[in-house]
């Protein structure tokens, strides 16, 4: 038979099957296609696209292009199995391709019969539809071309899956798991909408779901009836001819029912709302079944009119289903309606919304409002009321909310006064956390390392908070402790230690008596006591809190822990000031070998343990050493904290130190007048750091000879020390001996003698090991400059009792070398060689 005349013949039977009722038109094709199951086919779907279209088209038999036969098992590299379906428009195929690869694959082919201009231009806009999408939620095109006789094809991929809806109700998924589901199909639509390609025809037949490695897994198929959602080319357009009516009936939007408006994004969103109801209830939104046999307009308009009831109010009106409903979600009726009723009834009558600009404007939007309900958030699709917010609270925490309520319903049990004592106590926690908050933040400004520079206007503030911490907070020994630390902390920033050293004390007895010794707050404010302790020359008792201390918090924090290697890097701190270097440098390098692995090399930590190992290095004569340590160190913390940070200053302040010590004193002078700039600027002039800086560079310049700038430095450091630090703190005492020998070279004895027997007496009242020698050493520099040979001796000879060591030191010191061929001298000198004197720092 002819190609007109085959097609001549399939018009005439589906012009009388349009004449016969559903029932009678079964009847009449089995009589007229009996012989012909392909013929049979043909008019079928010619059927199916007459009930979806209300037209047929004529196809073009004068093109030139020959009639698809697809009666050949084989098409390319692909062999034919068996037919998976028939649309409108194709043919699909179960095929194998059998090069270059071996896999099944979904063969599309134009069907015989439709072989249209219009057909061919929607059956090449499916296949570069597809094409340009790449998401695990749609189904991939693999190849395309057509056959010896022109018929077109693509290969795509096989998804051997079951509609979504059907997949849900065999595996009985919960309502949860079934909206997981959904958002994984519109991220699936939502891409395809980036891609300017609408799909049109949403539904769950097109929505397949297959398992990947056990977990159910959406592909979205057949693209047949998508359209551009721009033209790819200037005068191009994939747009359904004006009144043409595409898409399945029951879950087209109202526009796609309307042949004179046109189609956009939000098309796709409706058909989803449709799917994502059924999911939910197991029925579609619009029932279509009555109207099938009405007119086409008829239905149409019903279509576009009829407004969905809820999901919730769906189950609750089919007392007949609602079990087998919902026991298809794995629940009850009354749970399933509760379920639904709420948020899912807002969330889906918004993606139905027949006017399209108060739908949810993209799939990405649906998703987001379906995610923020299972993470019980308050969804954007109905009115958010205060208590509506406080219920998605609690559902958010349900746990603690049951403990709350739990506690509450005992408490109310039990006596009402109890729940009013409870609220009390409530708001006055509430009230004093506030206080912390604002008193921290406020206290923070004061430190240096954040205000870098700026006046610290919060002093005042701060020594009246001090004041009446005691009082104000005495029914909250908890929070005064934690004020008090916070206090004790700042001043120990600005560098005001006898006021941080009280309140440092007091904190740590109540953290004692009120959470224990070993809780990790006591801890904590203990190695902060320590360490204000150190910075006051306290040596003795930091060293034994300290070690008090380490032992404990090991076992609380761990040997590893970022508090116990903060704790070990104090306590070599101390072992350094007391001149003892050996186990210094022992403790040292066991903290920085963890703290390197732990921490990493550029952590401020790591850098901090550097610095100091640095200064125990140099402190030992080991300047080379400590001189690269100290540049590593000053690199790494000038490009992490910045120039101007005060660690970043010290760093640079210790690098002068040992270029001092090696006797590279201009370069030394260099960083020292840097250091002392900038620690003024961004410290302030009386800030301790500040002092130091200054006094250590007044000794740099007597090493040079230039003692009369030396001379002034030195005196106005002595004066801000006395000031700040007190006439005792051995910083002052230092400076004040370095002011006594600069005066000895100048052949101002007298005034350096004063200077001398002041420290000392200072030294005594102390008593702190080591300061005793070292003042009486600073003496005997004193006098042996100022020509004083004998009283040098006898200086010298007493600091040796004291403990003074260093024999090679000492012999080298140019400010003894009056005494150099003095046999009293040379005796000393061999009497702590053999050892009858006790080491020295």
């Not at 551009?228 to 879950?251: D, K, N, R, W």
């Not at 006094?695 to 700038?709: K, P």
């Not at 630090?725 to 910083?731: E, I, S, V």
Request: proline content about 5%.
């Amino acid at each position: 038979m002819g190609q007109q005349d085959q097609w001549q013949k399939i018009k005439e039977i589906v012009g009388a099957a349009l004449e016969h009722d559903s029932a009678a038109r079964v009847e009449y094709l089995d009589r007229a296609c009996s012989d012909d199951p392909t013929l049979r086919a043909e008019v079928e779907s010619l059927l199916s696209a007459h009930a979806h279209a209300g037209q047929l088209s004529e196809p073009v038999l004068g093109s030139g292009l020959p009639v698809p036969t697809a009666t050949s098992r084989s098409i390319g590299p692909y062999r034919l199995i068996h037919e998976l379906g028939v649309g409108g428009m194709g043919r699909v195929w179960l095929a194998e391709q059998t090069h270059p690869v071996r896999r099944r694959v979904a063969l599309k082919l134009i069907r015989i019969g439709v072989f249209d201009q219009a057909i061919l231009h929607r059956f090449e806009a499916e296949r570069q539809s597809i094409a340009i999408m790449d998401h695990p939620a749609i189904a991939k095109v693999f190849d395309a071309g057509a056959t010896q006789d022109g018929q077109p094809y693509f290969a795509m991929e096989y998804v051997d899956g079951s509609p979504i809806t059907t997949y849900c109700d065999e595996k009985k998924l919960s309502i949860r798991d079934r909206l997981q589901l959904f958002v994984h199909v519109c991220g699936g639509v939502q891409h395809a909408h980036q891609k300017a390609i609408i799909h049109r025809d949403l539904k769950p037949s097109n929505i397949l779901v297959i398992e990947v490695d056990g977990k159910p897994t959406p592909r979205i198929i057949d693209f047949g009836l998508a359209k551009a959602a721009s033209p790819a080319l200037p005068g191009e357009t994939l747009v359904t001819q004006p009144g043409a009516f595409l898409g399945t009936p029951g879950y087209m939007s109202p526009e796609q029912a309307d042949p004179a408006c046109d189609i956009d994004t939000r098309s796709d969103v409706y058909s989803l709302g449709v799917i994502l109801y059924e999911l939910l209830t197991g029925y579609l939104p619009v029932e279509i079944a009555y109207w099938r046999n009405q007119p086409l307009e008829e239905t149409l308009r019903h279509l576009r009119e009829t407004e969905p009831q809820s999901p919730s109010t769906r189950i609750s009106d089919r007392k007949d289903t609602s079990t087998a409903c919902a026991a298809a979600r794995g629940t009850e009726p009354g749970l399933l309606v509760s379920t639904l009723r709420g948020d899912l009834d807002w969330i889906t009558l918004k993606a139905l919304e027949k006017d399209r600009a108060r739908r949810y404007g993209t799939p990405s939007e649906l998703a987001a409002d379906i995610e923020r309900y299972l993470e019980n958030r308050p969804v954007l699709a109905r009115p958010a009321s205060k208590g509506y917010r406080l219920r998605k609270y609690l559902g958010r925490n349900r746990a603690a909310a049951a403990v709350v309520g739990g506690a509450l319903a005992l408490l109310i049990a039990f006596a009402v006064t109890q729940t009013i004592e409870l609220r009390r106590i409530t708001r006055e926690r509430d009230r004093a956390n506030r206080i912390t908050t604002f008193m921290t933040r406020m206290f923070e400004v004061s430190n240096p390392s954040e205000a870098r520079g700026n006046s610290v206007t919060a002093r005042e503030i701060l020594d009246k908070a001090s004041q009446d911490i005691q009082s104000g907070m005495a029914k909250d020994p908890e929070l005064q402790a934690q004020m008090m630390s916070i206090m004790a902390n700042t001043y120990h920033s600005l560098g005001v230690f006898s006021r941080a050293q009280p309140l440092a004390e007091r904190a740590v007895d109540i953290d004692r008596r009120v959470l224990g010794p070993n809780h990790p707050d006591t801890l904590q404010s203990t190695v902060r006591l320590a360490n204000i302790l150190r910075d006051r020359g306290h040596l003795a008792e930091a060293e034994k809190m300290l070690r008090a201390t380490l032992p404990i918090e090991e076992q609380v924090f761990g040997p590893e822990a970022p508090e116990t290697l903060s704790s070990m890097t104090r306590m070599g701190a101390v072992l350094f000031d007391e001149g003892k270097y050996a186990e210094a440098e022992k403790i040292k390098r066991e903290t920085l070998t963890i703290q390197e692995r732990v921490l990493g090399a550029d952590h401020p930590d790591t850098l901090n343990s550097m610095n100091n190992l640095a200064n125990i290095l140099s402190a030992q004569g080991h300047y080379a050493e400590a001189e690269k340590l100290h540049r590593e160190t000053l690199e790494g913390r000038r490009r992490i904290l910045g120039p101007d940070h005060p660690d970043t200053l010290s760093s640079m302040n210790n690098l002068a130190n040992t270029l001092r010590d090696a006797g590279q004193y201009p370069e030394a002078e260099r960083l020292y007048r840097e250091t002392v700039d900038a620690q003024r600027r961004i410290l302030g002039h009386d800030h301790p750091a500040t002092l130091r800086a200054m006094s250590i560079l007044a000794l740099t310049l007597q090493d040079e000879g230039q003692l009369a700038e030396a001379e002034k430095l030195s005196r106005e450091t002595l004066d801000a020390q006395r000031r700040v630090l007190g006439p005792d703190h051995p910083a002052t005492l230092s400076t004040q001996e370095t002011l006594a020998i600069d005066l000895s070279h100048q052949g101002r004895y007298g005034e350096a003698e004063s200077l001398c027997r002041g420290a000392i007496a200072a030294v005594e009242r102390t008593n702190e090991p080591g300061g005793i020698a070292n003042a009486w050493y600073n003496f005997a520099c004193a006098a042996a400059v100022g020509g004083h040979r004998d009283e040098a001796i006898e200086y010298l000879r007493r600091a040796i009792d004291h403990g003074l060591g260093e024999p090679d030191a000492i012999a080298s010191d140019p400010d003894l070398k009056s005494l150099q061929g003095d046999a009293r001298f040379q005796a000393l000198l061999e009497r702590l060689r053999h050892g009858s004197a006790k080491p020295n720092r």
